[in-house]
């Protein structure tokens, strides 16, 4: 998988192994990004994954300086934290690390090893023009088509009072029209569970 324009603001902390393990959602559905919290002592990390056509209106690779453009405003926003989720103040929380990319799935790269096999039968029956073509073609329509691409973005912040971390909230639909709903995912001390955010009920109870 392509991972483009990726910045780091500071040492990135990992994210608890336990939150990592919940990572099994699928978050390439139109309209719904996915989340997953993790808080560990007083350190707060959040993943977040949203499909490129809920961010910048499009799926495939940007080739265009506006696509372009597009992209780079994009990654910006995320590199905003506070754009994408506020924090409870009564935690006392600062932001230690933010990343954000984006990320083209090319899930097609094991149709194209497969037409190794074409070239060798081309040259067999004198048809590699043909075959050739044939293979331009398909990897130009793969190109627009199969190609799902998603915006990553993790924060991790250290946090006073880490109980006060109660609920979070989601500025992020604010800034994306496209995005619908995120299915979240955490673990607290208190336990692990998941949840639906919605645009109407933007927050997240971490009770």
Known sequence: MKKLATVVLASCIAIPAHAQDT???????????????????????????????????????????????????????????????????AAGCRLSAASAHLDLGDDHGDDHDSH????????????HDDHAEEHDDHDDHEGEAGTHSAFHAAYTYECD????????????????????????EYVTAAGAGQAEISRDVAQLDLN
Do not use: C
Request: glycine share 6%; no cysteine.
């Open 23 to 89: 990572r099994q959602m699928d978050a390439h559905v139109h309209g719904v990004s996915a989340l997953q919290v993790a808080v560990e002592g007083g350190t707060l990390s959040l993943d977040l994954t949203s499909p490129g056509v809920d961010v910048v209106g499009f799926e495939y690779e940007a080739s265009t300086d506006a696509d372009k453009d597009a992209v780079a405003a994009a990654i910006g926003q995320f590199l905003t934290p506070g754009d994408i989720v506020a924090l409870p103040d």
């Open 116 to 127: 190794d096999d074409h070239d060798d039968h081309a040259e067999e029956h004198d048809e």
């Open 161 to 184: 009072a880490p109980d006060a971390l109660t609920s979070l909230s989601f500025p992020f639909f604010d800034q994306f029209a496209n995005a619908q709903e995120i299915e979240a």
